[in-house]
């Protein structure tokens, strides 16, 4: 079953030395009691870096434990729920492989596939690990955001509920490659066509093509 293993959110604002506003909010913990999420995101979490977190497409960030028993062997390291800075921390559903614009109901919280999360300097500069964004790409392993489209509460435990899938074979990892290279025709064509494709990849994915 799919479903949610750990609910993390917040713990402090902590310095980001290097960054260009100062602090980050990656620092996510998992938190024991249920919480309303909306399209500003969960309660009690918070983004620091609006410019680049802020849209209602980065509400809420999933990522599978699945990834992290992968990234816990290369990094010969253990890595608890939340490090990454996601709000989920899931079993049994492939975030990277997913179809954008797929429809997830988590609790009484209904949500949406929107963009996988590309790694920033804050990330390296957090987990410690050299040329970690380069690593980060590299392994295919991003995680997916979700928007909320209609507001509720969920919690560790809920069960992942499909309830639709989009009529097109796009996935948050057709959709990363668009920003992290190893681009193909096909692969641009595919993504700036797509319906569910968020507006500022579209721009980018025909910019690619124009100049290919």
């Known amino acids: 079953m799919a479903s949610v293993i750990s609910l993390n959110v917040v713990h ?8 260009s506003i100062g602090v980050t909010s990656i620092d996510k913990r ?11 995101g969960v309660a009690g979490d918070q983004r620091s870096d609006m410019k680049h977190h802020g849209h209602t497409d980065h509400a809420v960030y ?8 992968w990234w816990s062997e290369q990094l010969g390291r253990e890595l608890n729920a939340g490090v990454f800075g996601e709000n989920l921390s899931t079993v049994g559903v492939d975030w990277n492989a997913i179809q954008v614009g797929t429809v997830v109901r988590i609790g009484t919280a209904v949500l949406q596939v929107s963009t996988p999360r590309i790694p920033c300097g804050s990330f390296q500069r957090w987990l410690g690990e050299d040329q970690w964004v380069k690593r980060f ?13 209609e507001p509720g509460e969920l919690g560790t435990g809920d069960e992942i509920i499909f309830e639709s899938h989009p009529n097109h074979d796009v996935s948050i990892t ?11 025709e096909e692969q641009l064509k595919r993504v700036a066509a797509c319906i569910d494709t968020p ?7 025909e910019t690619a093509l124009a100049n290919l």
């Open 137 to 149: 790409n590299e392994a295919g392993r991003w995680g997916t955001y979700l928007r909320v489209l």
């Open 199 to 205: 507006e500022d990849t579209r721009i980018k994915a």
């Open 12 to 19: 402090a604002e902590i310095p980001d030395v290097g960054g």
């Open 174 to 184: 057709d959709i990363a490659r668009v920003y992290t290279g190893a681009r193909v």
């Open 30 to 40: 998992p938190v024991a009691d249920r919480r309303e999420v909306t399209t500003d």
């Open 62 to 69: 999933a990522y599978g434990v699945e990834d992290y028993e």
